[in-house]
């Protein structure tokens, strides 16, 4: 079974930056579309942004678009999520997640996930 470990959560304030990284254990890792989610304390988990298998397509939530940025590196099977100038409402846990469908713009693809790292922002 594919396993999924983030890392990269912390405390930061607003304005700053942290980069997400989700090693999977999975050696075709390359075949599958990946994606970000993240659940806030009292709402709905959401779909954050979203890859194509090689990388060459994204999606992004419109709250996040110009700030986050997803990109993978199949040679370390290793998906990244890079968040800038991060805000107050970008504060929950974050998860990475596979696409074992290719599909990756909506909540709905994504049938499996990590355990999450959580990112708290400041104001």
């Known amino acids: 079974q594919v396993q999924l470990v983030e890392s990269g959560g912390g405390l930061v304030q607003a304005g700053g930056s942290l980069r997400l990284s989700c090693g999977v254990s999975?050696?075709?890792?390359?075949?599958?579309?990946m994606g970000w989610l993240r659940q806030a304390p009292g709402k709905e988990r959401e779909l954050v942004a979203g890859?194509?298998?090689?990388?060459?397509?994204?999606r992004y939530a419109d709250s996040v678009k110009g700030r986050f940025t997803i990109s993978r590196d199949d040679a370390k099977n290793t998906l990244y999520l890079q968040m800038n100038n991060l805000q107050p409402e970008d504060t929950a846990a974050y998860y990475c997640?596979?696409?074992?469908?290719?599909?990756?713009?909506?909540?709905?693809?994504?049938?499996?996930w990590g355990q999450g790292t959580q990112v708290t922002v400041s104001s």
């Open positions: 890859l194509s298998p090689v990388g060459t397509y994204t």
């Open positions: 997640a596979t696409s074992s469908s290719g599909r990756y713009g909506k909540l709905a693809d994504f049938g499996f």
């Open positions: 999975e050696h075709t890792f390359s075949r599958y579309a």
